[in-house]
């Protein structure tokens, strides 16, 4: 490949790096200089990304895990338009999330971006509780089972709208760039500080599920039992917790400097593409532009040329108007590309079609949040004088999950080693993940056709109408708690590893709004089901009284909707392969090999 430009002396001794003082990922202290291994980052400030996860996640679940009865309770809605209402307002967390992104890869940095949406966050929380204490738990102690409150108006409703979205915009713009910023913290060029980089991710799911393990229990249990407003001030109390001691580490953490706006890169290597379509390739990369990665400051790393998406070469395709243009020191970038630029485009590119098969998924994963809590209202909750919120039978899930990471790091992972000298592969964990997801979908069916069987069709209140205990909803929970483990864990690290250095924080946003759009289709799902299964007057699948609808069919619909998405991934992924990268300062490189998935 041709250089034209002159590299730029490195700020600081690479030797001085590989003796260990100075990190060798390019990574800075908070005043901008080098990072130095024994002062920064590592597990110090690792555990206390991990610890701020779970205090925010305690937080965030505080609202969302029973919001789909607070709607139903205190706000007066029906099963399907809670379920839908729960689904947006879920969706819209993740969507957010690429705002998150874009800021902390652009402009912001992660430090400063997960800072700024953690105080959006804590004022979320503050209002909703205010609120709920002053205004909508209307009469004093409606909310419960058995005590609907009051009509509300507008401006009430508006408020809590608008306190909720609040929590979504600081939650989501926070999620993506938490995990990465962990990551961060972790040399991956250091071969100890590597192996501890993947181990974060796990350790961060497990930290996000923890979190939540308690607003699954003790808060579900105040929320269920109308005393709304504890639950919501503890949530409150724990994001601000959060925040302070996510800012007590920010003399330890290590940084990347922000990239500059992603969209103007990948819009100059569309435009350039296209203004030299009718321009003869020629073989081989010799003509192919190839900027030294030493001249930017952030660090990143040269992108190595692949032979798809052959069209974009042209970007970085050398002309002789290119030619002139050098010797002027004026090259236009929208006209001529480095190959690094046009590869970063190519990565995203790939990304793409495993990140849709993830969407379907998501639908599944987040019937957890609606439809399982109201099939588990409709059974028989009380065990021994003890009632179980149907909120938190999503503590099974958790535990499910915390066994599974466990099993899977200490006995799978080092038994699929023994057997096939190598690890599987993040596309394989989540093929695994879509194959239980299938499993649950199924249990749940079942579950759900026993329940009508024990259930009285003709009740007014229909919580608890079966006399099928809640406690048969356990498989289910723990099937989606497995599939997670091999599902979003594997995301997390595979759109991690193979997203550009300067869109890391976009990677970890794709997973999010994977969970995003699920709950969007879950939504359009449920309407467009209801929709059809209403006609002639019947009550639908899905109906506000359970007892005379049929979501059991609804559960199969989706397993069978998983097992097509599964087919489908499983070609996205033996066509997909790995990002190549050079070394991190320009000289030589390493390539990676074709990540296949294999049956």
């Known amino acids: 490949m041709a250089h034209f430009e002159m590299s730029k002396e490195v700020k600081f001794n690479k030797g001085e790096a590989d003796n260990g003082e100075f990190t060798e990922d390019g990574s800075v202290d908070m005043h901008g200089q080098p990072a130095i291994r024994n002062k920064s980052g590592r597990w110090v400030a690792g555990l206390i990304i991990l610890l701020n996860q779970g205090l925010a996640t305690l937080a965030f679940f505080g609202v969302g895990v029973n919001l789909v009865l607070f709607l139903t309770r205190v706000l007066q809605q029906d099963n399907a338009a809670a379920a ?228 974009l070469d042209r970007a970085a395709l050398i002309t002789s108007m290119d030619l002139n243009d050098e010797k002027q020191n004026d090259r236009n970038p929208w006209r001529l590309c480095p190959i690094s630029q046009v590869e970063e485009v190519k990565c995203i590119l790939r990304l793409l079609p495993i990140w849709l098969c993830t969407i379907i998924y998501s639908v599944v994963f987040t019937q957890m949040a609606s439809l399982f809590v109201e099939q588990g209202a409709a059974m028989t ?84 109408s079966s006399s099928l205990s809640i406690l048969w909803q356990i498989p289910q929970y723990a099937l989606i708690g497995a599939s997670e483990v091999f599902m979003y864990v594997g995301q997390l690290e595979f759109f991690n590893a193979q997203a550009p250095d300067g869109l890391k924080s976009f990677g970890s946003a794709l997973c999010m709004t994977s969970i995003s759009l699920g709950n969007y289709v879950s939504s359009l799902l449920v309407s467009v089901v209801m929709k059809i299964s209403e006609q002639d007057h019947m009550p639908g699948w899905i109906p506000r009284n359970l007892n005379k609808g049929h979501l059991d069919r609804f559960y199969f619909l989706l397993a069978c909707l998983t097992t097509i998405d599964l087919v489908v991934y499983t070609a996205c992924a033996k066509w997909y392969a790995n990002i190549k990268h050079g070394d991190k300062y320009g000289e030589g490189s390493s390539n990676n090999s074709k990540d296949e998935y294999e049956v």
């Open 381 to 464: 909750t009380t065990i021994s004088n003890f009632r179980i919120p149907p909120a938190s039978m999503s503590s099974f899930d958790i535990l499910s999950v915390a066994a599974f990471i466990f099993l899977y790091r200490k006995v799978l992972n080092p038994l699929v080693m023994k057997l096939r000298k190598k690890s599987l592969t993040e596309l394989q964990r989540m093929g695994i993940g879509l194959v239980i997801a299938v499993v649950a979908m199924v249990s749940a069916g079942i579950v759900e056709c026993y329940r009508l069987k024990y259930a009285s069709k003709d009740c007014s209140h229909c919580e608890g």
């Open 84 to 311: 839908n209402s729960v689904s947006k307002w879920t969706g819209t967390v993740y969507i957010f999330s690429l705002v998150g992104a874009f800021l902390s890869d652009s402009y912001w940095g992660r430090y400063k971006t997960c800072a700024i949406f953690q105080v959006i966050f804590v004022v979320g929380l503050v209002s909703l509780s205010v609120a709920s204490q002053l205004f909508l738990l209307n009469p004093k102690g409606c909310g419960n089972q058995t005590t609907p409150c009051a009509s509300h108006p507008s401006w009430q409703i508006g408020l809590f709208y608008v306190s909720i979205y609040l929590i979504a915009l600081g939650n989501g713009g926070y999620q993506p760039n938490i995990a990465t910023f962990g990551a961060d913290q972790f040399d991956e060029g250091h071969w100890k500080e590597g192996h501890s980089k993947v181990a974060f991710f796990s350790y961060f799911y497990l930290a996000l599920n923890l979190g939540s393990l308690f607003s699954n229990t003790i808060l579900s249990y105040f929320e269920d039992d109308g005393l709304w407003v504890i639950g919501f001030w503890a949530s409150a109390a724990s994001a601000f917790a959060a925040l302070v001691l996510f800012l007590v580490g920010t003399k330890r953490y290590r940084h990347f400097k922000p990239s500059g706006n992603p969209l103007a890169r990948f819009s100059q290597v569309i435009v350039a593409a296209t203004k030299k379509c009718n321009v003869q390739m020629t073989q081989g990369e010799d003509n192919l532009y190839d900027a030294d990665t030493k001249d930017s400051d952030n660090g990143n790393r040269k992108m190595l040329h692949t032979h798809g998406f052959k069209f």
